[in-house]
Structure formats: structure tokens, C-alpha cells
């Protein structure tokens, strides 16, 4: 099998995805990488959805952090429509991305103490690479992914005025680069 890591060694696909492990499609990891770019001295920050272990698309989102060089914030009305998709049979929220403008793909010290141990992927983009960590209720794990050929969604922003009908009045997914 093509599996990867991040640093393109080859390892056992780590689990909750057992022998099918994380798919993702290449047009979504380069959509990462774009958007780390794009960001340049700011930390990027998205959604990664798709269905059965497979990431067919990265959204970008709004970092809504105070200090956008050093952490990140996802938009909470993005995160809040984006479950509300999943519940009406939308693509799965598999988990969420940042990028680390001067750092390595790796979690931060804050991003460790932001985890919510929820189980969702965290692709991390830092020093032109991606790479993947399965957040545990224990902490992070490296997590191995196999890089598929599929369409992507295009990438797109949703509108600052969209309006869920919920409250945004939480904060979204926090972390630090």
C-alpha cells in the first residue's frame, strides 16, 4: 500500500482507520497547502469533510484569533454550519486544519491544551508539508494517510453573513501555531 506520513516515510495506518486508514484526495491537500500559502505570516485555519475516512475536501474558514501570526480560531458560524450540513446528510466533518507560518507540522504546546480528545483529524501544515494527527483523549498521534485521485469540491469561502439561526456565541476550535 501507498501509505505516508507526513515526512513521506511509510507506517501502518494508525487507528480508529485501522486497514482502510485516512484517504485524503489530492486536490484537498493541495487546497491546504494553497491556503498556508496564501496566509503567508498568519496561521490558516478550515474544515476537513468528506465521508468513510476520506477527506474529499478542505474549506477554508475564517480564522477569527486576536493574534492571526500565532493562533488560530475557526469561524464558529462555519463550524456550526458545517455540522448542521453533517445532521442533514452532508459530508462528514472529519476534523480541521491550521498552518504554522514559522513552525513544523507538528502540534504546538497550545494546540496539545486546546485538544478536545474528540477523535478528529488534525492536518497541520508547516514548512511546505502536511501532516496528519488523530486527536485522543490522551493527546496526538501521528496519523498515516494514503493520498487518492478524486474530485475535490472546490474550495470556497462561506459568506461572512451567513446565518445558521443558531447563536454564535462560543468560541470556534482554537489553537496555536
Known sequence: MNWRTGSGTMSKPSDPYGDAGLEIVHPALEAILAEAARAASEEACGLLLGNDGR?????PTENVAQDKARHFEIDPVALIAA??????????????????????AEPSATDREQA?????????????????WLDR?????PLSYRLVEGESRPMHRLPAFLSTGDSASGPGLLGHG
Open 55 to 59: 477527506v474529499t475536501e478542505a474549506r
Open 83 to 104: 455540522y448542521r450540513a453533517e445532521r442533514n446528510g452532508g459530508p462528514q466533518l472529519i476534523g480541521f486544519y491550521h498552518s504554522h507560518p514559522s513552525g513544523p
Open 116 to 132: 478536545a480528545g474528540d477523535r478528529k483529524v488534525w492536518a497541520i501544515a508547516g514548512q511546505g508539508v502536511v501532516r496528519f
Open 137 to 141: 483523549p490522551d493527546g496526538f498521534e
